[in-house]
């Protein structure tokens, strides 16, 4: 069975904080993973993708995978309010798998 | 502007109507796919098509069919809708594709929802 599972959250956080989202994927052979983000009422969005295994940086965000584990996870640096929203993760196992995702609330 | 537009962005029907929402992109991607989300459950795969008259069904096919007549055209068909029916639907393309299933970022469009009585 093909999986991905996220924290279910909701996660709060205040502003400025880092915000830890993560995930985990049953295909041991899965190669794309991606975080995508999803304001409410409105569609996801591609924030992030990464390959290998380690760190990946972009401005506040960082995507950590690790595939041993076959764990990949989002840091969110100094959070902002304008964050809060649903962040999905997604792996190409074959075909597109998303988690349920993770709302997460920044609190001013 | 690039983008993936689906029409009708509302719905709401009763049991039985056929219906079609359609999703047109205008990137030239030949990578399209239809999503369905559900509180708790996310994005499920109904269908994907890899390119013209290419299409094969997703997580989630039973009561949807699919046509890929034209690149940029990729209408889901629901031919007798039911209330399990009732949902949040996303059209999706993308540039990037392997051999069995696309491989880059996503572009979804603005969703679809649908409610069936």
């Known amino acids: 069975q093909k999986e991905v599972e996220q924290n279910s959250g909701p996660l709060s956080v205040p502003e400025g904080a880092i915000a830890s989202l993560n995930c985990t994927y049953s295909?041991?052979?899965?190669?794309?993973f991606f975080w995508y983000r999803q304001y409410s009422g409105k569609s996801p969005e591609l924030i992030m993708s990464i390959y290998s295994n380690g760190d990946k940086e972009d401005g506040r965000f960082t995507a950590q995978l690790n595939k041993a584990s076959q764990y990949v996870s989002l840091l969110i640096r100094d959070s902002q309010p304008s964050d809060s929203a649903t962040y999905l993760c997604?792996?190409?196992?074959?075909?597109?798998?998303f988690g349920a995702g993770t709302r997460l609330t920044v609190k001013p | 502007e690039a983008q993936v537009t689906q029409n009708p962005r509302y719905l709401i029907t009763v049991t039985g109507k056929k219906l079609t929402v359609t999703c047109s992109q205008n990137m030239n991607h030949e990578y399209m796919s239809w999503y369905r989300q559900d509180p708790g459950l996310g994005l499920r795969q109904i269908y994907y098509?890899?390119?013209?008259?290419?299409?094969d069904k997703g997580d989630v096919p039973e009561g949807y069919k699919v046509s890929r007549k034209e690149k940029r055209n990729f209408p889901l068909i629901l031919e007798s809708p039911s209330p399990n029916q009732t949902s949040l639907y996303f059209c999706a393309s993308s540039r990037d594709t392997a051999f069995y299933a696309n491989t880059g970022e996503l572009f979804f469009g603005e969703g679809s929802r649908l409610t069936v009585l």
């Open positions: 997604a792996v190409n196992m074959g075909d597109m798998r």
């Open positions: 098509s890899m390119n013209v008259e290419v299409t």
């Open positions: 295909d041991r052979g899965s190669q794309s």
